[in-house]
């Protein structure tokens, strides 16, 4: 491989500390690989020497993989070398090190640590990790157990902190606060001291609150918004000079000298005194003179609009910091000190009980590995020994780094021995306590580090996607990426620079497409019901792009040629998988396109999840509204959207709960509702009586609940419903139910612990929902199957795909909301509510205020490093698609706005300012027509307004159908497509039967009865014949010599079944039976065929290139023993990425596939010049007379020498005692198949096939059968 000059320097550089900023596409893996390489090849450092941890197990494992196969391919070259036998054994070492070798995520290595030196720490050696799940109920137990100590002593300290703290109705609000505090201090280093030590920063003084972090980011906020504020004047000033209305600019000129002297004098006087200035600004009343004022009505909206901006910013900073004197502020804090000193009481008692319980099961949580190991290594024993063990310490995803990990690196480190590497524009999980500020810390101290030890370097050149795509990130990012807002600007530095040499034509334009909300808004809509509508118009939109886009070609480099873009190639990805993800889905499918929701964090967020919670959550608590419309819409109770509207009209008044069950009641008042509704007296009826009987089952399992352990009623539910029945039938029903089942398996978890009860459960799985708890979907496709993936942005880090299309982009960001109870900031500190007892009120404290704002700040920069992972995914398309309220409307604010992206609620606030100075095209979404028009920059928001009125001049092909189909007949009517096909519109007018075209003359009506009925089709066996078999029915029903006549080529008949028993026809058709649920079969057992299935899974997935070097020993001989290690290994990491499931994982037969890889087709395929492996197809092929396609899977075939050789598994039993004589009747039965797969293979991709074999598994044997 050819490197660039900055790889090179990254690879060879020794004896300093060396940061790497890799940006997107940059290759930085390969980089780390071929620098751990070289450091093994070249300067002899064994594996063990190393220490390199990465952010998650599956990176950790590619990288081992990565590694085996650098070592591998080097021993390859070295084995024909007679001269290097020492080279080759040593390089033999390191891959029997490989497994022992210190490659892992930061909790892996910390947990070695502990295992090793327990004994220091005072824990057990046989403690487990307790998963979130096991963590949310012992927390849960251990807070009511606080609760019930304090409650026992009668403690009037924590009934007075309850007072001021809880609400009326419960105590969650303090639990909360415990909890919050608990989490957020356990990315801190001796996290107890730093929270008393902030608790005790309250009771400071004026003078010393000066001197706080606290003070410095008030300072920091009020020079941003005098800044944002000028800006606002200085625009409004270039409006009115530009319109010529010069008898305003004398006003304009006071109130930007009035905004200039407060930036002068803000750093000359006092706090206090400068309040006093600001807060005596005036601001001028602007009337133009009389001959300009027509000139200034043309701006005078704008003009309004800028200055409003600029003196609101100034009036917040009045009313924030300027109320009162700073000396008010500082007591209220000081008056907050004690409230805060018992609150670390409460979290240290919690966290004492909390590890009490653990303690007791021998258990420790993920939190607990980092601190334990961090108290293990400052003991300076520890610390020497790992210091002296490792010559090199490798950290990839630096910039996703916590404090904790940052320390714990510093006591094993050297001074010239760190390799970190990351992209801060990539540090995405600041909600798993990531801070990017380690990262862009060290960045500028190593770039201005005056020590020769300290180095960074930056890879900027993208090997991922091409030109056009570069260029769009880089126009966007260059203006609302800045220091100010992000940390970091986005400079040359930054930027993406072309590594890929391909300048072909193949380069597409990336695409925005805008879909106006107000389209699908009639103003009377709740807004769950709104925000539906919105997603739906969106995902069919989404849809109609992605099946124009497939087939385009693209240039697929890793083949080096030309191909259609598939299913497979194309990723959605949203922000969040609630209320979108299976929206999406349920599009995709209306268009025909296979898709996957592959989430990690979604799996709570899935329809069926989603749906089933809200009913749980209607029978806890029947008065909230989003889950009983959720329900009411679902298959439960069946409501359609035109009902639920219609129950709404009646009354618009009171909360939607409450709205329903007067309907399910109204009795006498059937008149007055009907009128309301515009509806029928009968229909009013109707649709009463259906909310009467919801309204009645919802009782019924109300009181159920309150009986029954929780385990069986929610199967009763399951059961009662048809739920499961229900979702199992729709497409994805094989995940869907299995994502239920595992809902009860949480019941059935919870219900062991001490807590009992529905409501119970429900905070339960709430509490698991806040946390964040990764919970991705039951998975049961692999990664190689031809669908759309549907993910979030998170889940595709570190991911590419030659499609990208990014959705939701005009949904608002989910930001926490300000609480007045805690505030909590690692370099700020800690602020609770000051509560006024004597006057019975409380309030924000100053302290909050800051910290607020600040992680305001921070939660944009975050969205903004969101967004760039999202744009960076794409190889060869990228398209960008929202929604906006208003278009015209919002593109005047945009416009307003200019570059201060502080205010942005959605990525379409950062994007859509940013286009005039982009080449991203601005494509436009009328209902369910989608245009496509490349607008020139600088001409965006002129487009958007032709849009709006209706001028544009766009015509698609589908237009000019339409059109033409149109004008072809008087009667004929042309149907709306994409979404507004899908979304149907209330109030639409009932269809009427259509008369019949003809009528059939009654003399003649005998013998045109014959006529119809005695037709004969010339394809007869076509009607019966099924179109489409698999390669194995093919071989099968060939081998018995069955003709088409015969029923196993036909279509099942759908006739009903005669009961021989009664002699009566029963009028049902023959339904194939549902699996039966876990909780009724238990264990799982596999059949012979389920077996097979899971065994080419594990072939699919293992890399053959990295299993070669463990086929054998370091003396060269077959080392079985050792490939079954490696299997095994193998095996587990599929399980951990889901690929296969826990049970599946352990009826895997290593030792077969160990046999394959050490057998000669196995080592053969192993070492392949190219190697393809599950390699689906459908052919056409003429079968007496008749076309039927064949569609089948290749499980392997690869190239070897110019000649390529096609592989295929069996699984089936085989006694060995009969092994030669089967052999040959094993070979005829699957040589049909095998000369199908060979014709296939040839015909689509226009190689010969030289040679073809069997595998037989249960032999250990391949059978050449071609």
């Known amino acids: 491989?050819?490197?660039?000059?900055?790889?090179?320097?990254?690879?060879?550089?020794?004896?300093?500390?060396?940061?790497?900023?890799?940006?997107?596409?940059?290759?930085?893996?390969?980089?780390?690989?071929?620098?751990?390489?070289?450091?093994?090849?070249?300067?002899?450092?064994?594996?063990?020497?190393?220490?390199?941890?990465?952010?998650?197990?599956?990176?950790?494992?590619?990288?081992?993989?990565?590694?085996?196969?650098?070592?591998?391919?080097?021993?390859?070259?070295?084995?024909?070398?007679?001269?290097?036998?020492?080279?080759?054994?040593?390089?033999?070492?390191?891959?029997?090190?490989?497994?022992?070798?210190?490659?892992?995520?930061?909790?892996?290595?910390?947990?070695?640590?502990?295992?090793?030196?327990?004994?220091?720490?005072?824990?057990?050696?046989?403690?487990?990790?307790?998963?979130?799940?096991?963590?949310?109920?012992?927390?849960?137990?251990?807070?009511?157990?606080?609760?019930?100590?304090?409650?026992?002593?009668?403690?009037?300290?924590?009934?007075?902190?309850?007072?001021?703290?809880?609400?009326?109705?419960?105590?969650?609000g303090v639990k909360d606060m415990i909890y919050e505090a608990h989490s957020f201090i356990q990315s801190i280093p001796d996290s107890f001291s730093w929270l008393r030590a902030k608790a005790e920063e309250l009771c400071v003084s004026r003078e010393r609150f000066e001197?706080?972090?606290?003070?410095?980011?008030?300072?920091?906020?009020?020079?941003?918004?005098?800044?944002?504020?000028?800006?606002?004047?200085?625009?409004?000033?270039?409006?009115?000079?530009?319109?010529?209305?010069?008898?305003?600019?004398?006003?304009?000129?006071?109130?930007?000298?009035?905004?200039?002297?407060?930036?002068?004098?803000?750093?000359?006087?006092?706090?206090?005194?400068?309040?006093?200035?600001?807060?005596?600004?005036?601001?001028?009343?602007?009337?133009?003179?009389?001959?300009?004022?027509?000139?200034?009505?043309?701006?005078?909206?704008?003009?309004?609009?800028?200055?409003?901006?600029?003196?609101?910013?100034?009036k917040k900073l009045i009313s924030q910091y300027f109320a009162r004197p700073l000396e008010s502020f500082t007591e209220d804090l000081a008056k907050t000190c004690d409230d805060a000193r018992f609150l670390c009481g409460l979290v240290e008692e919690f966290d004492s009980l909390y590890k009490e319980r653990k303690r007791k099961k021998s258990l420790i949580d993920f939190n607990d590995i980092e601190h334990y190991a961090l108290a293990v290594l400052s003991r300076e024993e520890a610390a020497a020994e790992y210091r002296q063990k490792f010559d090199y310490i490798f950290i990839d995803e630096y910039q996703d780094s916590n404090i904790v990990q940052e320390t714990l690196i510093g006591k094993i480190k050297r001074d010239n021995n760190l390799f970190m590497v990351g992209d801060v524009k990539q540090s995405i999980y600041k909600f798993r306590l990531a801070e990017p500020e380690i990262f862009i810390g060290k960045y500028e101290a190593f770039k201005t580090a005056e020590n020769e030890t300290d180095i960074k370097l930056d890879l900027?050149?993208?090997?991922?996607?091409?030109?056009?795509?570069?260029?769009?990130?880089?126009?966007?990012?260059?203006?609302?990426?800045?220091?100010?807002?992000?940390?970091?600007?986005?400079?040359?530095?930054?930027?993406?620079?072309?590594?890929?040499?391909?300048?072909?034509?193949?380069?597409?334009?990336?695409?925005?497409?805008?879909?106006?909300?107000?389209?699908?808004?009639?103003?009377?809509?709740?807004?769950?019901?709104?925000?539906?509508?919105?997603?739906?118009?969106?995902?069919?939109?989404?849809?109609?792009?992605?099946?124009?886009?497939?087939?385009?070609?693209?240039?697929?480099?890793?083949?080096?040629?030309?191909?259609?873009?598939?299913?497979?190639?194309?990723?959605?990805?949203?922000?969040?998988?609630?209320?979108?993800?299976?929206?999406?889905?349920?599009?995709?499918?209306?268009?025909?396109?296979?898709?996957?929701?592959?989430?990690s964090d979604g799996y709570f967020d899935t329809m069926e999840i989603e749906v089933f919670l809200n009913l749980l959550r209607v029978i806890d608590n029947g008065k909230q509204d989003i889950p009983l419309l959720s329900i009411l819409r679902s298959p439960v109770f069946g409501f359609t959207m035109e009902e639920l509207i219609l129950i709404r009209l009646c009354n618009k008044k009171g909360a939607y709960h409450q709205v329903f069950r007067e309907f399910a009641a109204f009795g006498e008042q059937y008149e007055s509702w009907s009128e309301a509704a515009n509806v029928s007296e009968p229909e009013a009826l109707s649709l009463a009586k259906k909310c009467k009987e919801a309204v009645d089952r919802i009782k019924s399992w109300k009181q159920q609940a309150t009986f029954m352990p929780l385990e069986d009623f929610l199967w009763m539910l399951i059961r009662e419903t048809g739920y499961y029945e229900y979702i199992g039938g729709i497409p994805g029903g094989g995940q869907r139910q299995a994502n239920l089942r595992a809902l009860v398996d949480k019941a059935v978890q919870f219900q062991s612990s001490q807590i009992k009860g529905l409501f119970s459960f429900i905070n339960y799985i709430e509490a698991i929902r806040k946390r964040k708890v990764p919970m991705g979907q039951v998975k049961l496709l692999?990664?190689?199957?031809?669908?759309?993936?549907?993910?979030?942005?998170?889940?595709?880090?570190?991911?590419?795909?030659?499609?990208?299309?990014?959705?939701?982009?005009?949904?608002?960001?989910?930001?926490?909301?300000?609480?007045?109870?805690?505030?909590?900031?690692k370099d700020i500190g800690l602020g609770l509510r000051y509560v006024d007892k004597e006057n019975s009120c409380y309030k924000k404290t100053i302290i909050q205020t800051v910290i607020d704002q600040r992680k305001r700040r921070e939660s944009l920069a975050e969205e903004l490093r969101i967004l760039y992972v999202a744009f960076t995914r794409a190889m060869d398309k990228l398209v960008l698609l929202g929604t906006v309220k208003d278009l015209e409307t919002a593109m005047d604010a945009y416009d307003l706005k200019g570059t201060d992206f502080s205010g942005a609620r959605s990525y379409l606030d950062f994007l859509v300012p940013a286009l005039p100075q982009s080449k991203i095209n601005l494509c436009t979404m009328n209902r369910g027509d989608i245009s496509l028009k490349k607008v020139e920059s600088g001409q965006q928001k002129e487009a958007i307004r032709k849009w709006i009125l209706g001028e544009r001049e766009i015509v698609n092909d589908q237009t000019v159908k339409e059109e033409s189909a149109s004008q072809s007949g008087d009667d004929k009517k042309i149907n709306q497509s994409g979404a507004e096909e899908k979304i149907s519109q209330f109030g639409a007018e009932k269809k009427t039967k259509q008369p019949m075209a003809g009528e059939i003359n009654r003399q003649n009506i005998a013998e045109e009865i014959n006529r119809r009925f005695g037709f004969v089709y010339v394809h007869k066996n076509a009607l019966t014949l099924k179109s489409k078999f698999t390669v194995s029915?093919?071989?099968?029903?060939?081998?018995?010599?069955?003709?088409?006549?015969?029923?196993?080529?036909?279509?099942?008949?759908?006739?009903?079944?005669?009961?021989?028993?009664?002699?009566?026809?029963?009028?049902t058709f023959s339904v194939p039976a549902l699996e039966t649920p876990k909780f009724i079969r238990g264990t799982k057992r596999f059949t012979a065929a389920e077996r097979g299935t899971i065994l080419h899974k594990v072939m699919e997935h293992l890399d053959f290139h990295g299993m070669s070097?463990?086929?054998?020993?370091?003396?060269?001989?077959?080392?079985?023993?050792?490939?079954?290690?490696?299997?095994?290994?193998?095996?587990?990491?599929?399980?951990?990425?889901?690929?296969?499931?826990?049970?599946?994982?352990?009826?895997?037969?290593?030792?077969?596939?160990?046999?394959?890889?050490?057998?000669?087709?196995?080592?053969?395929?192993?070492?392949?010049?190219?190697?393809?492996?599950?390699?689906?197809?459908?052919?056409?092929?003429?079968?007496?007379?008749?076309?039927?396609?064949?569609?089948?899977?290749?499980?392997?075939?690869?190239?070897?020498?110019?000649?390529?050789?096609?592989?295929?598994?069996?699984?089936?039993?085989?006694r060995r005692d009969e092994e030669e004589t089967d052999l040959d009747q094993v070979r005829e039965t699957y040589r049909t198949q095998i000369e199908l797969y060979k014709e296939a293979l040839e015909k689509i991709r226009g190689i010969k096939v030289h040679e073809a074999y069997l595998y037989l598994f249960s032999l250990g044997r391949e059978l050449r059968v071609l």
Not at 243 to 268: D, M, R, W, Y
Request: proline share 1%.
């Open 1 to 172: 491989m050819k490197w660039t000059k900055e790889q090179q320097e990254a690879i060879e550089i020794r004896n300093k500390n060396i940061l790497v900023s890799a940006a997107a596409g940059s290759g930085k893996t390969a980089v780390l690989v071929e620098r751990i390489k070289q450091l093994i090849l070249g300067d002899q450092t064994a594996l063990d020497r190393m220490l390199i941890v990465t952010f998650s197990n599956a990176a950790a494992s590619e990288m081992r993989e990565k590694i085996v196969t650098a070592i591998s391919a080097e021993l390859e070259e070295t084995s024909k070398e007679q001269s290097a036998a020492s080279k080759a054994a040593f390089l033999r070492e390191q891959l029997n090190l490989i497994h022992r070798a210190n490659i892992s995520t930061f909790h892996a290595f910390a947990m070695e640590v502990i295992r090793r030196y327990f004994y220091l720490i005072d824990i057990e050696p046989n403690f487990k990790i307790c998963d979130e799940a096991q963590k949310t109920i012992l927390q849960a137990e251990a807070m009511e157990q606080l609760f019930s100590n304090r409650f026992e002593a009668s403690s009037q300290d924590f009934l007075q902190f309850l007072n001021q703290f809880a609400s009326t109705k419960s105590d969650n």
């Open 211 to 314: 001197e706080s972090a606290a003070f410095a980011e008030i300072r920091k906020d009020i020079k941003r918004n005098l800044t944002l504020a000028e800006g606002c004047f200085l625009r409004a000033g270039e409006l009115i000079e530009t319109q010529g209305v010069s008898s305003l600019v004398p006003k304009n000129k006071l109130e930007l000298g009035s905004i200039a002297e407060l930036c002068e004098h803000f750093e000359t006087l006092s706090f206090d005194e400068f309040g006093i200035l600001i807060s005596g600004t005036k601001f001028q009343t602007y009337t133009a003179a009389k001959a300009e004022k027509e000139s200034y009505e043309e701006i005078k909206e704008a003009v309004s609009a800028l200055r409003d901006q600029g003196k609101s910013l100034v």
């Open 460 to 599: 900027n050149k993208n090997f991922r996607s091409k030109k056009n795509i570069i260029a769009s990130v880089n126009d966007i990012f260059r203006q609302i990426m800045s220091k100010d807002l992000a940390g970091l600007e986005y400079d040359d530095a930054a930027a993406l620079y072309q590594g890929s040499p391909y300048d072909g034509d193949l380069n597409y334009p990336v695409d925005l497409y805008l879909v106006d909300e107000s389209q699908v808004d009639d103003g009377s809509l709740d807004e769950e019901i709104r925000e539906m509508k919105k997603a739906e118009i969106e995902a069919y939109a989404a849809a109609q792009i992605i099946s124009e886009a497939k087939g385009s070609l693209i240039y697929d480099g890793k083949k080096g040629i030309e191909r259609p873009l598939e299913n497979r190639d194309i990723v959605i990805l949203l922000r969040g998988a609630k209320g979108y993800a299976d929206i999406y889905y349920e599009a995709l499918l209306q268009e025909g396109i296979p898709s996957f929701i592959d989430t």
């Open 782 to 825: 692999g990664e190689n199957d031809d669908v759309v993936r549907i993910m979030t942005i998170h889940k595709s880090k570190g991911l590419e795909f030659p499609m990208v299309l990014t959705g939701g982009l005009g949904k608002r960001f989910n930001r926490d909301s300000d609480t007045y109870q805690i505030s909590l900031h």
């Open 1033 to 1067: 029915e093919i071989s099968r029903l060939s081998m018995s010599g069955k003709g088409l006549e015969h029923e196993e080529w036909k279509i099942a008949s759908l006739e009903p079944k005669e009961l021989e028993t009664t002699g009566r026809r029963r009028n």
């Open 1109 to 1214: 070097p463990y086929a054998h020993s370091s003396a060269g001989k077959v080392d079985l023993q050792g490939m079954e290690a490696a299997v095994q290994t193998k095996v587990r990491e599929l399980v951990s990425k889901e690929i296969l499931m826990e049970e599946e994982g352990k009826v895997v037969s290593v030792s077969q596939i160990a046999s394959f890889f050490c057998s000669e087709i196995g080592l053969r395929a192993a070492k392949a010049d190219k190697l393809y492996k599950e390699e689906s197809f459908n052919v056409i092929k003429e079968i007496s007379g008749e076309k039927i396609i064949i569609q089948g899977t290749i499980d392997c075939y690869f190239e070897e020498d110019g000649k390529y050789i096609l592989l295929d598994y069996k699984s089936n039993y085989i």
